[in-house]
C-alpha cells in the first residue's frame, strides 16, 4: 500500500461565521486529503499585522498518502472554494478561511511554494497552543525541540483565549463499535492488509495481520504445489490457530474493537482448492478439531476484485514466490470464497465489489468502501 504520512494542518478565519468556516475546511480535508486522527480546541487571538476581526484558529493531524505538493494544491482550492480571496499588495488582508501545512513528517521542503516545516511557527502561540493539545511531543525538524518546548520558550506574546465551540471530525460518521471482531477477506491480492491496516488506525482497532511471509513452506509449494500442499496447509492451520489465539486473548483494554485481514476458515477454502480429496477431509477433521470452539467474527467483509485486477496487484507488489500464480487459480480462489459463504452462514457477511475501486490511493473510494461496510 501507499505510504502513508502524519502531517500537521494549521487553520484560521477571521470573517464570517468563522467556526463554521473551520468545519467545512476540516470536513473537505476529511474528503480531499486524508484521515484525521486529531483536532484541536479552537484558539481566539486579535488579527496580527493588519486592522481586522479577531481569528478562531485550531490544529489537526492528518494521516495522508498525498505528496505535500498535492496537499497544498487541495488546500489551496479549499480556500478558493469558500472565498478565500488573494490580494497582489503585499498585505494581510482578513479571510474566511486560511489553511497551512505546518509540518509533514519530519520533511524539510523549501521551494517557491511550500515551505516546511512552516516558518516562524515557533514565534505564533496560535499555532502553538492547539499543537500542544494535540502533539505536545512532536519534535520540531529543525529546531530540534517538543512542541511543548517551543510553547514555553515563546516569547511572542499575544492575547490567546480558548473558545468554547469545538469541530467535529467527520471520521466519527462512522461507527464500527457494535462489532468486537471484524474479518477482511477476499482473494489474493484483494487488498485485505490494506484495508485492515487503514481501518485499524482510522478506528482504533488492534489489527490482526496473517504471518504468511513467514512461513517457510509457501515459496515452495508456489514451486511444486504437488509436494508441499499438505506440508504448507499444516503449517497454516497450526500458525493461525497459534496467531489468532494469542491475539484474542490478549485484551486491549484502549481499543475499540479487533480488526483482522483473515479468517481461520480460509483453511479450509484453500485446502480444498489445493489438497486431493482424501487429503482434504483429513485436513477437514483436523481442522474442526482445532477450530470446534473457536469465536467467529462478528462481521466477514468480503472484497470481490476483478481477476485480471489482481493479477496486476500480484505483479505490484513483487513476491517471487506469485509470480507464477494463473488466472484459473485465482478463479479457483474465488468460487471457493462464494462457495464457503454459500454455505457457512456467519453472523452477518458482506460482499463487496471493488472491481472499479481503488480504495488504497484514491480517498473518496476508501471513503465509500467505509459506507457499504457500515451500512
Known sequence: ???????????????????????????????????????SSCFET??????????LNACIEVRTSLSAQLVLSKLLLIEEIHGRKRFDDGQYHSRTIDLDILFFEDEIIENELLSVPHPRLEQRLFVLHPMVEIAPDFVHVKLKKTISKLAEDCTYQSPISKHQGRLRNPLQTFDFSNYNFIAIEGNIGAGKTSLTHMMA?????????????????????????ERYAFTLEMSFLADRYQQISDD?????????????DYDVFKSLIF???????????LYRKLFFQVYKDFKRPDLYVYL???????????KKRGRKYEKNLTLEYLDKIHTGYLEFIKNNPQSKVKIID???????????DYLWLLEKIQD
Open 354 to 364: 471493488i472491481s472499479a475501486r481503488d480504495f488504497v490511493d484514491n480517498r473518496h
Open 46 to 55: 486579535p488579527a496580527i499585522g493588519f486592522e481586522g476581526d479577531p481569528f
Open 304 to 314: 470481490n476484485q476483478d481477476i485480471e485486477k489482481l493479477q496486476q496487484n500480484i
Open 201 to 225: 488506525e482510522d478506528f482504533n482497532a488492534k489489527s490482526i495481520f496473517e504471518r504468511f511471509a513467514d512461513n517457510p513452506f509457501l515459496p515452495k509449494f508456489y514451486e511444486d504445489a
Open 1 to 39: 500500500m501507499s505510504l502513508q504520512k502524519r502531517i500537521f494542518i494549521g487553520l484560521g478565519s477571521n470573517l464570517g461565521n468563522r467556526l463554521s468556516y473551520l468545519q467545512l475546511a476540516v470536513d473537505n480535508i476529511h474528503y480531499q486529503v486524508g484521515s484525521i486522527l486529531k483536532i
Open 271 to 281: 485446502s480444498k482448492i489445493t489438497l486431493p480429496k482424501d487429503e482434504f477431509l
Open 248 to 260: 484474542l486473548a490478549q485484551l486491549d483494554l484502549f481499543k475499540d474493537f479487533i480488526i483482522a
